[in-house]
């Protein structure tokens, strides 16, 4: 499950990559986490349009978002059985840019437990999109709060190792096909895939994106052997344990 991620590059090469009118200005972003309001492309009008949404989906039926669980990943293989994606999925399938995310791959167990964190980019540190679902949620005192999540599915080989989720990323060429409310189901089912091997790499890095409150570029700073306790070398030779079901992926419902 993704739940953090980075958008570094400047406004005008995403507008130049995902091809909307708007024009936004926002600094680099390095530990974007949940509840946040996260930059997002939908079709709108038969254009594409630049939008801020909070990232966790909150179905229209949900009377109090303080009662639902957080949703920030939807399971590519159930959304269109969910009564909470269904529609979403039909209707408002949408973009989430980003030059950057992070998984953390648990060793060991009790103690001697190590999280390590891991970057995933591009290997020329370009752009990528993941398939997202919004929805707009309005409130009984009649304010409205436009929601997100992406779309996530099996992992490719690179990230097996560490996750076995992943999220769906679109090449460019599939962007109108996925934001195009008319499509066949087919169609963008079709591309709920593992990406292609070759366009992500993998980098270790240190325990700075542990902490929302680190927003810099030492988030991304590779990992530093020289900065471990030795404690923490120990638990490095532990036997991996199962992973826990991941929360956030909507799949209750």
């Not at 958008?7 to 708007?22: D, N």
Request: proline fraction near 11%; hydrophobic fraction near 40%.
């Amino acid at each position: 499950m993704c739940g953090r991620y980075a958008i570094t590059l400047p406004p005008a090469s995403m507008r130049s990559l995902f091809g909307y009118a708007e024009q936004p200005n926002f600094p680099p972003r390095y530990n974007i986490a949940p509840t946040q309001p996260v930059p997002v492309v939908r079709q709108h009008e038969g254009a594409r349009q630049f939008m801020l949404m909070r990232w966790g989906f909150i179905p229209g039926w949900v009377k109090d978002p303080k009662d639902f669980p957080l949703v920030i990943n939807i399971r590519g293989e159930s959304a269109a059985t969910k009564p909470s994606f269904r529609a979403a999925l039909t209707r408002r399938r949408c973009l989430m840019p980003v030059d950057g995310f992070y998984e953390w791959h648990r060793l060991g167990q009790g103690r001697q437990a190590e999280n390590r964190a891991y970057l995933f980019r591009r290997p020329d540190r370009g752009l990528l999109a993941f398939a997202a679902l919004w929805e707009t949620w309005h409130s009984p005192d009649g304010s409205e709060i436009d929601t997100v999540a992406l779309v996530n599915g099996p992992a490719n080989g690179l990230m097996a190792a560490i996750h076995d989720r992943c999220p769906v990323i679109l090449d460019p060429r599939d962007f109108d096909c996925w934001l195009d409310p008319a499509a066949e189901a087919q169609a963008y089912n079709a591309l709920l895939r593992p990406p292609p091997e070759d366009l992500l790499e993998m980098v270790r890095i240190g325990s700075a994106v542990n902490k929302v409150a680190h927003d810099g570029p030492e988030v991304q700073a590779p990992f530093d052997p020289a900065t471990v306790p030795k404690a923490a070398a120990v638990s490095a030779r532990a036997k991996p344990v199962a992973r826990a079901r991941d929360d956030g992926q909507g799949s209750l419902f």
